[in-house]
């Protein structure tokens, strides 16, 4: 079964255009509309990305062709995608994008090669379903599921970007990401500050280094390496699944704010670091936008 399902996009072709428009736009496209568009063809729209070599820098135009069967789930034909070579020159467009519900049919496929083997036109590329729902999973496009895919939204959980790639909270000894685990187990990783162990009792206490690891053996083996013989203390064990909850995470963004650089606390630079990358990978989580599964809890808390 398909994690994505298309047919929540109107079958009348406009909205599919629109959601091309904007997933190719997120993925790096400037959009234009065509010079030319035929009755058949009247959602055509050009796609725009600029080509860099050593010496030279020019814009490659891609003609977008969207076409939404997904609700006959039958493969797009030679036969739905009329003048095809028509159509490029006359939008002036380097290459193809077949951007489809379904996928192209063995025989499309078959021709588009054709035109580009005999240099008819320099590239084409088919985004199938199955290539859109890859990108669509991923935390980069968690707006656009949310818009296009109402149904999804209330169901999954999407992560949000707060940078332009996913931070993930790795574990420090087997490398999971426990950021990602949230969504399938409970309370799986700690986050683990560790104290420079005090000679006296009124010194200031430092965090000298910060870990994220699995409950259990991971947290074990990460203990043992790091507070033998190095004169440090794990200390504040915290739930990840706690710490992405809103408050707690308000909590310990503004505890860190008001301690740092206090007689109290501080934190070794490279600690600071680690920490400031940890808020941010949780933000991720906690600032995602409101689905309807979560939303009637926020509400309460404003009003
Ligand atoms: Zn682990």
Redesign the pocket.
Known sequence: MNLFDFTEIPADGERWVRFAQDFLQLFGFHIETPTYRDAENMFDFCAVEQVSGKFNSHPFRWLVSGRHKAATRIAVKESDETNILERLLRSRADGFIGFYSTTASPALGFYLTELKNRLLIKDYRILDAKFLEMYLATPGFARISFRYFPNYAQTHQVLHLVEDNYLPIL??????D?LKTLFTENQA?VIVQLRRRKKTQTETEVIANIYA??KG???AELQARYCNEKKLNAVGWTNISDLVDSSAFLDRTLSLLRKIGTAELTYTASALAKELYLLKAIAQYTLRESTAKTAPSAQKIMF
Do not use: I, T
């Open positions: 574990c420090e000894h087997c490398r999971k426990l990783g690891a699995c053996d991971c947290d």
